[in-house]
């Protein structure tokens, strides 16, 4: 199965980095332009941003693992009309002496499988990591 792996070290304390990811407002300071999260297990979390012709563009997913400072697991729904559809996400975020890790492991769906799309998917969360760095050290 194609996967894509990530990481970063970003100046902050791991609460702050959890927070990017964990919670709406996190979520809309470096990567989506809305974003709504049940932060639990089993909850649901929407990112609207826009598609490659300025539209908006959902995608729809449930929590499958929350263990606050430490690991979010996101599974994409396969109905979402984002071609993230059936992916899933798993960010682990740990201390890393002076700074914070976040690692990124997002897997599954066919958009990993074409290689194309997946180089650009790989493009864009480093751009998107770059932003939350950025917006934590800034």
């Not at 709504?36 to 563009?57: T, V």
């Not at 396969?78 to 890393?96: E, I, M, Q």
């Not at 769906?109 to 790989?122: Q, S």
Request: glycine share 8%; hydrophobic share 35%; with cysteine.
């Amino acid at each position: 199965m194609a996967s894509i792996r990530q990481q970063i070290n970003i100046a902050s304390n791991p609460r702050a980095v959890w927070n990017a990811i964990a919670t709406a407002e996190g979520w809309t300071s470096w990567y989506a332009d809305e974003a709504r999260i049940d932060g639990r297990k089993g909850g649901r979390i929407e990112l609207i941003g826009e598609d490659d012709d300025g539209e908006p563009l959902s995608e729809f997913g449930v929590v499958l693992t929350y263990r606050p400072t430490s690991r979010l697991e996101i599974c994409w729904d396969t109905t979402s009309p984002a071609p993230t559809k059936g992916t899933s996400l798993t960010f682990n975020v740990a201390r890393d002496g002076k700074e914070t890790r976040l690692s990124l492991v997002h897997s599954g769906g066919r958009v990993l499988e074409d290689e194309e799309a997946r180089e650009e998917l790989e493009k864009t969360w480093r751009r998107a990591f770059k932003s939350l760095r950025s917006a934590l050290e800034d």
